[in-house]
């Protein structure tokens, strides 16, 4: 008995166990061999194709040595094309830079010179809005004129004036005339009889139709309709009663306008004012037809001055005829003494030519026989 660990073990169990362990043992190594011979035999397939594999390496080894060789080649040939690649665009850069500078340069001149002329054309405004501003204080004052009766009065009598004295000449007409009732009109016209003198009334009343051309609705403008109405007809009237005198004016006076704007509004829509003014012989004129009416009273006047000098020019043409008549018997005269003068030049002539043969004998020395002179020779009679 062996004691072991505290076990009591007999020698026989402790041999089966050593055999049964050695038993085991030598199963291991058989197995292991067998599995060593078995591990040999499926390895020969791998060896081989480990031997396959390094094959393969290799020429992956060579072709990575080509690709290598290639990529350089690739590389060179990328770096050479960047090259002229950077070159053409450096160029073309350049190029479009020149080119850029170019119109830069047209662009700031024609710049330069746009801003010139919008310069002076700013000068030309700046001008113009003084004109302007000048030309509305200037309304704003013929306002404040028109605004009030007598300077509105003394406004169209400088325009009438203005137009009579370039229409007619200076001993036609006068200026604030005053006539036998002790009414003065504005300007009258010494036309002959008939018609006779004509009164020109400038003293328009613009109230109503300021308030007619500032009206804002239909009521304001019926308003001042009436009110247009009101001052016209009244106004007609007074012209009438004032500068149409028997035996002493014309048979008719003119109503002047200051303004052409009124005489269109009076025609357009208030034509029953100018029927109105035909009927009490007032005649309604705007500067324009005013010209016209009074050149035409210019060739009444040039006309009646002929009549008038009518004597004096048939006495005229009378002298004139005489004194044609007086030049034609002179220029007779003179005619007759011109063809007496041109027979005594003749008849010197053939004395000289005769003079001249008997000096043209005599320079000869001959002493031959001189002829006898011809019957018709007449001897030349000494001047007186």
């Known amino acids: ?33 067998r599995s060593a011979a078995r591990s040999a035999r499926m390895t020969e397939p791998l060896v081989h194709q480990l031997g396959n ?33 950077l070159q053409l665009m450096e160029k073309r850069l350049a190029d479009v830079s020149g080119k850029v500078n170019e119109n830069l ?38 306002q404040d004129i028109l605004s009030n009766k007598q300077t509105r009065g003394a406004f169209g009598e400088i325009q009438l004036t203005d137009i009579v004295t370039k229409a007619l000449p200076s001993d036609s007409y006068t200026m604030q005339a005053t ?31 300021e308030a007619l051309r500032r009206a804002e609705n239909d009521w304001q403008v019926n308003e001042a309709a009436k009110m247009l109405r009101v001052s016209i007809k009244k106004h007609i009237k007074d012209i009438s009663e004032k500068y149409i005198l028997d035996g002493e004016t014309a048979d008719g006076a003119l109503m002047f306008l200051p303004s052409e704007a009124i005489y269109a509004e ?5 034509p029953e004012l100018v029927r109105e003014g035909f009927a009490a012989k007032v005649w309604i004129v705007s500067p324009t037809t005013c010209m016209a009416t009074l050149n035409t009273m210019r060739a009444i006047l040039k006309d009646a001055r002929m009549r008038e000098q009518a004597g004096a020019i048939r006495r005229e043409l009378g002298l004139l005829f005489a004194d044609v008549d007086r030049l034609g018997n002179r220029v007779e005269n003179l005619d007759r003494h011109f063809h007496q003068a041109a027979k005594d030049i003749s008849d010197i002539k053939v004395s000289a030519d005769k003079a001249g043969r008997r000096a043209k004998r005599l320079d000869n020395f001959d002493f031959e026989e001189l002829a006898p002179e011809p019957p018709n020779v007449v001897p030349i009679k000494a001047p007186e």
């Not at 094959?55 to 080509?66: A, F, I, Y």
């Not at 290598?68 to 690649?85: F, I, K, R």
């Not at 036309?191 to 400038?202: E, Q, R, T, V």
């Open 179 to 209: 006539l036998s009732n002790g009414k003065r009109a504005d300007c009258l016209i010494h036309l002959p009889n008939p018609p006779g003198p004509i009164a020109i009334d400038a003293k328009f009343p613009l109230e109503a139709y």
């Open 1 to 33: 008995m062996i004691e072991l660990a505290g076990y009591q073990i007999a020698e026989l169990h402790l041999l089966v166990a050593g055999l049964v362990l050695l038993f085991v043992i030598l199963f291991m190594l058989f197995m292991g061999m």
């Open 266 to 270: 009076l025609h357009a829509n208030f």
């Open 105 to 142: 340069t047209g662009s700031a001149q024609s710049t330069a010179k746009s801003l010139g002329e919008l310069q002076a054309r700013l000068i030309a405004i700046d001008k113009a809005q003084d004109n302007i501003t000048k030309l509305s204080g200037d309304v704003l004052s013929l």
């Open 53 to 85: 594999l390094g094959v393969r390496v290799q020429q992956l080894s060579d072709g990575q040595q080509q690709l290598a060789g290639g990529l350089t080649h690739v590389s060179e040939a990328q770096a050479a094309s960047q090259a002229n690649m």
